[in-house]
């Protein structure tokens, strides 16, 4: 059975930074498709950044340039690292293994003060 578990999630000033991880457990991340998403109060899930077994790494354009996707294969976790952070950037984030299909970790929540 596949499990995700997120963390790092917090309360952080406008320009500060957080980096999210997610463990996860029955499936290993390098062999796999990963991604983060995040849902804000009253939006829909959308997908902030992604990482292909091959190492593609993908990223909404609101995130270029402030957010990193990684993985760390030694713990089998995939790791955002998010810069510049901004208040719009409030939300719960998921871990994600395999596409909107497959498994979800529980969430995160980012708040981002102005």
């Known amino acids: 059975q596949v499990q995700l578990v997120e963390s790092g999630g917090g309360l952080v000033q406008a320009g500060g930074s957080l980096t999210l991880s997610c463990a996860a457990s029955g499936a290993i991340v390098t062999f796999n498709d990963m991604a983060w998403y995040r849902q804000a109060p009253g939006q829909q899930r959308e997908l902030v950044a992604a990482?292909?077994?091959?190492?593609?790494?993908n990223y909404v354009d609101f995130v270029k340039g402030r957010f990193t996707i990684s993985r760390d294969n030694a713990k089998n976790t995939v790791v955002l690292q998010m810069n510049s952070l901004k208040p719009e950037d409030t939300a719960v984030y998921y871990c994600?293994?395999?596409?909107?299909?497959?498994?979800w970790g529980q969430g995160t929540q980012v708040t981002v003060s102005s």
């Open positions: 990482i292909t077994s091959t190492s593609t790494r």
């Open positions: 994600n293994l395999g596409g909107r299909f497959g498994h």
